[in-house]
């Protein structure tokens, strides 16, 4: 039995920018980069030619919309002003340890989380006190596809070492973290099923 948890809204909260584009323009700022004038529109358009469900890492993002404006900054500028912008404040939810120990009581035990921000998953793990609590962590940003793409699953298990059908991933969002089904795992909804049930329900017969 393998089982994948996704991160954020179902082992841990967070504090996301309410609004990004203003915190990411902020902090480009803040690194002398020129910020466009009609830098949230040039946000919200799509500068980055990916397949249907495939991860754009969101500092090539950010870099392709300046450069879209005529704006040119360095990769690393960019994807500093990036990770600074998605700084959270992290709550590790009730149950969220002891239900990640209880799975990896039964066999591996992964991560698989949809995150187009450099560093943040592995620093969300450690402000929650939830690293080293896993045998593989994968990312969208990490294995370039998100969830509910098949691809993502097939790299999560391919981490773990097994079979994408034997699978249960562990989520709370059944539109992105249900995409197990598609591979022949099987889905576990936090919403429906608490974290400290999720061991008997991972248990029992499908």
Known sequence: MAVTFDLFGTLVDVEYPSDPAETVARELESRDVAVPDDW???????????????????????AHALASRGVDATGNVVRHAVVAAFDPDVTRRDGARQAVRDAAA?????????CAVP???????IRAGLRGEFDAVTTSIGCGWRKPHPK?????????DV????????????????????????F???????LD??????EAEP
């Open 106 to 114: 039964n066999g591996p035990v992964g991560l698989l989380s949809n």
């Open 188 to 194: 576990v909804d936090v919403t429906e099923t608490p």
């Open 40 to 62: 949230h529109v040039a946000y919200g358009e799509r500068h980055v030619d990916a397949p249907a469900g495939a991860e754009v890492p969101l500092p090539a993002h950010v």
């Open 163 to 186: 079979a994408p059908e034997t699978l249960i991933h562990v989520g709370d969002d059944p539109a992105t973290d249900g995409g197990v089904v598609d591979v022949g795992g099987r």
């Open 197 to 202: 049930a999720v061991a008997a329900e991972i």
């Open 119 to 125: 560093e943040l998953v592995p620093k969300t793990l």
């Open 152 to 160: 993502a699953f097939e790299a999560a298990a391919g981490a773990l």
